[in-house]
């Protein structure tokens, strides 16, 4: 509002003194105004057209006097204009102005607050990020461990079960071996034993038969 004053007082001073010159000017056309026409009365008898000139003159005269005073009317007009515009507009204005500076200005900080908030969010973004990638080197590490650990159980276990395939294999092959010698001996000695008989029943003699005979009850005997 100081600014505002110091304003006022400037366009009040304005305003007295293009006054105060226009007062000036006028009565300075005024008083040269009666030389003017005293000459051309005096000059009137010897030449009309000298009559003539003086009177264009004092016209001429006559309108630039008119015209100064329409401009520094219109001057006037203008200052004072200026000057209500500032002593009732001022404060409005002045409201106005405030208002709009106080929105610019919490704009402003509004706008360095989300930026601040946005290089915060962009800075936590990137270590959120770089923290996900720490993370997910870490996992594929861990699961390259954990397929090693798989890789070496699968062969493990598959070399195992081959191992146990081939045993069982192996196992059933002997017992194969074995009951075939089982039954090989046994059609051997089915075989001797029918060939044994053949040659006892053709080689044997009656009295052959009859020792054998008496043998067998002696052993007979002396068991019981």
Known sequence: MRGVREIAGILSLLTLTLWFALCCANSALATTEPSHEAVATEHAVAADAHGEAAGGHAATSSLSAAKIKDLGWRIVNFIALMIILVKFGAKPIGAALSTRRNKIKDEIEDLEEKRAKAEQSYADFQSKLASVESEIDKVVDRAVAQAEVEKAKIIEKAEQAAADIKRSAEQA????????RKM?????????????????????????????IENYLEKVGAVQ
């Not at 001996?185 to 020792?211: C, G, H, P, R, S």
């Open 173 to 180: 092959v002997l017992n194969e071996i074995s009951e075939a």
């Open 184 to 212: 090989l001996k046994n059609e051997v000695a089915e075989q001797a034993a029918v060939m044994a008989q053949e040659l006892i029943v053709n080689n044997l003699t009656d009295d052959d038969q009859v020792k054998i």
